[in-house]
């Protein structure tokens, strides 16, 4: 009998589906195979047991995460710092979710697979450089707005 674990490449594709609270992760091997999931909580002790879980199944050839500008941006920023290859996964089709039922470990493992197949390409928002200071400026200018018109409804 041939042992599987041998014709593996040692590398991986990690596949997360975001929430506010916690995170859930499947890691995928090069031939689709799912090794395993793990649910993290969403703070800096989560990401870095996140991180050494994935760790432990070969060399990460990149993180697909659903929601990279939302739920998933500390994730996304976590994982850049750590010289990780990041991209955004995208939502599922919604049709497909409907007809395949809706969990969150399906959506963390489609993630991956949309990674590993190539469909999901796109590299997040670094949310820096001059296009996030103006838009932090914007930011804080509509909040001075609003801010300045409740004054002025009080007096």
């Known amino acids: 009998m041939t042992d599987l ?9 990690v596949g997360v589906d975001t929430h506010k609270h916690i995170h859930v992760a499947a890691v995928m091997d090069t ?4 090794l395993s999931t793990l649910t993290i909580p969403t703070d ?24 990279t500008g939302s739920y998933g941006a500390t994730l996304t ?4 710092r750590h010289d990780i290859k990041v991209v955004e996964a ?21 993630a991956a697979r949309s990674v590993l197949a ?5 590299i ?4 820096d450089g001059a296009v996030e200071m103006i838009r932090q400026l ?15 409804i009080m007096m």
Request: aromatic share 6%; proline share 2%.
């Open 138 to 152: 914007k930011v804080v200018h509509d909040s001075a707005v609003v801010n300045r018109s409740s004054t002025m």
């Open 118 to 122: 190539g469909f999901a390409t796109a």
């Open 44 to 67: 800096t002790g989560g990401f870095r047991q996140l991180l050494a879980w994935a760790e432990g199944f070969g060399r990460i050839l990149a993180f697909g995460i659903e929601g």
């Open 124 to 127: 997040p928002k670094t949310a």
């Open 77 to 80: 920023s976590f994982l850049r």
């Open 5 to 13: 674990t041998s014709t593996r490449s040692g590398h991986i594709v």
């Open 90 to 110: 995208g939502r599922p089709d919604r049709r497909l979710r409907r007809a395949n039922g809706k969990s969150d470990t399906l959506d963390a493992e489609n």
């Open 31 to 34: 031939v689709g195979g799912i």
